[in-house]
């Protein structure tokens, strides 16, 4: 689920560091996830050293050239570093300020306030919803994952409960929705109607989240029934602040990033005009790094300030926000190093290659490929990408209904069973504090009832328009 920079993606399109038969590839591709596998449950090995090993042996088994192999899994880890690292210290700050100042224990109080029992899953879903329509994946966990698990322990729900609505709509509105980047993407390659697509995919995504989130969250937390981890919730500073931060403030600080990113997309899709003034400032403030930053500045003032800390107990809190995500920078970076190895050994060609001859509908063809290439290479993104420039040839003909609804085909099996070559498996496991057999029961299977019902409500509105 990692969103991608342009240089990943153009690797995406460059010559495979190997001349391996797609037979060779494909056993190379299960051998690689074997040893992931194998030697986190059975060997107990550290997720960033099973990842980084299995990287390796994929490279070995595809008969790459090791030098290729290492530096095909390094540019991939620093890239995904690069893009996410940043964006996750930054909101470990936000986080941080919200806990220790009192805002966040502000934004829990008034939600278990206002929505108690089976409302609370239906309050969350709606939350996320909004908060990722504009937010890559990862920025909208790093804002999220303080509430969630604030209000599953203070109003001592399971976290499957709370947490599984606010994935779902994370993880739908990444897959189906434009302004993100890979629904964007195929809208171009496709030339589908923008507009069109945003009003059918919201028609798709109501009811996806509905099932995916809220509904299918009462099984997840019978089937993995944990409390939050303590040492990634938010505890309430040993010292009370003189003064809470206001509700008002607290949620302003908070979408501050999602209002400069929203305001930058809108922007982008009215203007369209790389040249217009108005369109290069947005740019710049609706960029996830200065949205988030701006937040944190904000922050010290609406949160650090209003709460009474002084200079040195702001710094002290910024200092001490960064230590718990070590080791999630090294294990989302080392899964961004596995998926680029798969990219660059072929693997994604070799998804097209077999899938050329299939003779099939073509909503179903497009869904298929892109579950195909989200399976090998972990990236929804670079499925979205790679699917709808294979089938880009089928859309020629069609109406502009039947072109949307084939790049929403195409997102809804962009999501399909995220596991261990996902960057957002690992994210959401060491968040959520499970173990890698935890995460497949409920985050993978959460992605894959997205993607299955997704393709179900896509397939219904060809039926009906």
């Known amino acids: 689920m990692t969103s991608l920079s342009v240089e990943t993606l153009a690797a995406a399109a460059t010559e495979p560091i190997t001349s391996a038969g797609n037979t060779q590839l494909g056993v190379a591709v299960i051998a690689g996830i074997a040893v992931i596998v194998l030697l986190i449950t059975r060997l107990k090995l550290h997720a960033f050293l099973a990842l980084t090993l299995g990287s390796l042996a994929l490279g070995v088994f595809a008969g790459a050239p090791l030098a290729k192999t290492i530096s095909s899994f390094t540019a991939g880890l620093g890239s995904t570093v690069a893009g996410v690292g940043v964006l996750i210290a930054l909101g470990a700050i936000l986080g941080k300020l919200l806990a220790d100042s009192g805002g966040a224990d502000e934004i829990v109080d008034t939600i278990l306030a206002r929505a108690r029992g089976r409302a609370m899953p239906w309050a969350m879903v709606l939350i996320a919803s909004v908060i990722g329509l504009p937010l890559f994946f990862e920025v909208g966990i790093v804002l999220l994952i303080p509430v969630v698990l604030l209000v599953a322990k203070r109003g001592n729900y399971s976290l499957m409960r709370i947490g599984i609505p606010a994935l779902a709509g994370l993880s739908v509105m990444h897959g189906l929705i434009p302004p993100h980047p890979g629904p964007l993407v195929a809208i171009d390659a496709l030339d589908a109607n923008l507009g069109l697509t945003l009003a059918l995919g919201v028609l798709v995504a109501v009811p996806t989240v509905v099932i995916a989130g809220p509904v299918f969250s009462r099984y997840a937390a019978r089937w993995v029934d944990i409390p939050a981890p303590e040492r990634m919730v938010p505890q309430r500073p040993p010292v009370e602040p003189e003064h809470r931060p206001r509700f008002g403030a607290t949620v302003f600080t908070v979408l501050l990033p999602v209002v400069l990113m929203l305001m930058k997309a809108l922007v982008d899709i009215v203007v369209n005009d790389p040249a217009n003034a108005v369109q290069r400032v947005t740019d710049v403030a609706g960029s996830p790094l200065i ?31 960064l230590a718990p995500i070590a080791g999630i920078l090294l294990i989302v970076g080392a899964g961004g190093g596995f998926k680029t190895t798969l990219i660059d050994v072929g ?50 003909g069609m109406s502009s209904t039947e072109t949307a609804l084939l790049v929403l085909a195409i997102g809804a099996g962009s999501l399909f069973f995220s596991h261990v070559n996902d960057a957002g498996f690992w994210l959401v496991k060491e968040y959520f504090g499970m173990t890698v057999g935890q995460t497949l029961k409920t985050w993978s299977v959460m992605e894959t009832i997205i993607s299955v019902v997704g393709l179900g409500f896509v397939l219904l509105l060809s039926l009906a328009l």
């Open 291 to 321: 949205a988030l930053l701006a937040a944190v500045l904000v922050g010290m003032f609406t949160l650090g300030r209003a709460a009474g800390f002084t200079k040195a107990r702001l710094s002290e809190t910024v200092e001490k926000s």
């Open 347 to 396: 693997v994604g060609q070799m998804i097209m290659d077999l899938s050329e001859n299939w003779a099939i509908p073509t909503l179903l063809l497009a869904w298929l490929i892109a579950v195909a290439i989200r399976l090998a290479t972990g990236s929804a993104t670079v499925a979205t990408i790679s699917a709808a420039g294979l089938v880009a040839p089928l859309a020629a």
